[in-house]
């Protein structure tokens, strides 16, 4: 397993990882057919250990909030948001509420399978961050193959101007000590962008960052919000390379 280790920080010393708990945030629109799975696989898998599952759900058509009210399960906390929207602003939302040691977020899809977590977790013992990976170790990335091509382009472009050091840039995947958090915001604009910044943030301050590799599948169900439509994710390719350059300039 290939490792980024930027600059270490003493922030984990003489942690124990098995004795915190973690929450999970979970952004959703439109995610009916895959959240309960979602919720019954991160509970099984992260087990005494989990605090909470936040759900941030901006108010989807096909109900998945109700879905998810309905349960009533002991461990979600449901947040319906009706004036706001977007998954970089989801994403902060539940960062915000969530009151574990180890916040954790990831798309509740179900292409990013959550029984790779406890192996981002137990990273933290030694390191701020894991990030998963489809580029390092035995990561892959199973989607369609124009796809694929274009997220290896995509994270080769930020690897040449922001650091050669993180290899998926682009992940969505990531465990992280909720101290982090006093320092690195997330930018609540955009889509998927969000995720450069943050990580490259994180960087620039010196956290100390590792990449597990872990293998990308395709969603379970329902309809991807950015790879179903070629237009939109032409769009939000352009988008992140404006961001890498954003960054770069700024240094």
């Not at 696989?41 to 109900?63: A, H, W, Y």
């Not at 960052?209 to 439509?229: F, L, M, Q, W």
């Amino acid at each position: 397993m290939r490792k980024t280790t930027i600059c270490k920080t003493d922030m984990n010393e003489n942690i124990k990882i098995n004795s915190l708990q973690i929450s999970v945030v979970l952004p959703s629109y439109n995610e009916r057919e895959n959240i309960v799975e979602a919720i019954e696989r991160v509970t099984k898998t992260l087990d005494v250990n989990l605090m909470e599952i936040i759900i941030v759900d901006d108010n989807s058509p096909d109900g998945t909030w109700k879905l998810v009210e309905e349960l009533n399960h002991p461990k979600v906390k449901l947040i319906r948001r009706i004036n706001e929207k977007g998954l970089a602003s989801a994403l902060a939302t539940g960062i915000e509420k969530a009151k574990g040691d180890i916040i954790v977020w990831m798309d509740c899809d179900l292409g990013l399978p959550p029984e790779e977590i406890p192996r981002l977790v137990e990273k933290l013992e030694n390191y701020d961050m894991a990030i998963g990976s489809r580029f390092v170790g035995k990561g892959k990335d199973l989607r369609k193959g124009w796809i694929t091509i274009s997220s290896h382009l995509i994270n080769l472009i930020a690897q040449l101007f922001l650091g050669s050091h993180i290899k998926d840039y682009t992940s969505g995947f990531i465990a992280a000590r909720k101290e982090v958090f006093n320092t690195v915001k997330i930018n609540t604009k955009g889509f998927g962008e969000y995720f450069i910044e943050f990580v490259y943030q994180c960087s620039k301050n010196k956290f100390n960052i590792t990449e597990v590799g872990y293998i990308y599948g395709n969603r379970s169900g329902g309809v991807s919000k950015s790879t179903d439509n070629l237009l939109i994710f032409l769009k939000l390719g352009f988008q992140y390379f404006l961001k890498i350059i954003e960054l770069k300039l700024k240094g």
